[in-house]
């Protein structure tokens, strides 16, 4: 059996839906995780220079929703046809959208600039896409895309459960369907075990 | 048969790589341009409030890479199994992040940050992928993933189609095995003819 490996920094962010599908599928995996202070001496040799990649034996694969799309047969959380993929990766692509958007927040060194960029992810972005994920969750039987679970629930769950300590803000107060898919997402068997176990970062 | 129409800004960016593969398909589309002082009418009535969205009948698709992904399969540009689409998601993942830099760089106000920014995209972020991509198009027969032509060299190169209007640079200049890429592209059946007939915009 090839052995797992996910790399990224010591956080959940974007390593987090990775360690997520891997411990819903059952998968071990060695759960690399690299200080900012390392970083540059790691930068060289990722395929892109970018984290989270995720090895499979001497496979690596990067880009974590590539990741996450490549692994989502393997775990029955892909659609069932073209139109059903075309549901979850128009959701996951709408909330990419935020994902960069706190990136680019993350990475802006002019303070004011910074604030506003805060200000707008706060009051503006979010609230623009997760009132229309409400809406989605109600009429959709609580998910996001085809009325069942899939990779996007991974990925946004994943992802979103470092808000609080990055951007000072928990989705789950906020938007009562999220809480609910949440608390759904982070009882499924293998995830589960995966978040009582996982090491305890800020963010 | 159900109607085609791309709903973009009159430019190139994000609304070119759907255009580009519809046309590929050889289907016909309503090419809808929506001017930038117009966009703050249309925002609130799209599925996100982002452009381009692709409608097909009463279907409205939304996020370009999720259209271009759902297209691909029709064009006979995805891959044959999940090593392949996992080549193609990668790369298309990694332009991803440039599209999101450009995307930053254009959205900033804070005019020494955008300089800033700028610089970094042209400096930095666009010259370690793009000489990244030059390996793998040398290596890979002239094309991003898997040997042969998909629907990631119709995302990069439509959406980098508008960079020298767009940030002053052409990266036919600059990336030997890239300009052959565009070239090629630009010459397939179906593409051809859009690129002759297709309004002339400054990006």
Redesign the interface.
């Known amino acids: 059996m090839p052995e797992y490996k996910v790399t990224y920094f010591d956080l959940r962010g974007l390593g987090e839906p990775i360690r997520l599908i891997l411990s819903y599928m059952g998968k071990e995996f060695i759960d690399n995780r690299i200080t900012f202070e390392d970083w540059p001496k790691y930068k060289g040799k990722t395929?892109?220079?970018?984290l989270p990649f995720l090895e499979i034996g001497d496979k690596v694969?990067?880009?974590?929703?590539?990741i996450l799309?490549?692994l989502a047969?393997q775990a029955g959380l892909d659609g069932k046809n073209?139109e059903e993929?075309?549901e979850i990766?128009?959701v996951?692509?709408?909330f990419?959208?935020i994902v960069?958007d706190v990136?680019?927040w993350f990475q802006?060194?002019?303070e004011?600039?910074k604030e506003?960029l805060k200000e707008t992810l706060i009051n503006e972005t979010i609230p623009?896409?997760m009132e229309?994920f409400e809406t989605i969750l109600k009429k959709n039987g609580g998910y996001l895309a085809n009325g069942k679970l899939s990779w996007a629930e991974l990925y946004v769950v994943g992802y979103s459960s470092s808000f609080p300590g990055l951007i000072g803000i928990d989705l789950a107060d906020k938007y009562p369907a999220f809480k609910e898919l949440a608390k759904r997402v982070h009882s499924l068997p293998g995830i589960k075990e995966w978040v009582e176990k996982r090491p305890k970062s800020p963010l």
């Open positions: 395929p892109f220079g970018k694969l990067y880009q974590s929703t590539a799309k490549y047969p073209a993929n075309l990766d128009m996951a692509g709408v990419g959208d960069s990136a680019r802006t060194k002019n004011s600039e506003k623009f896409i229309r």
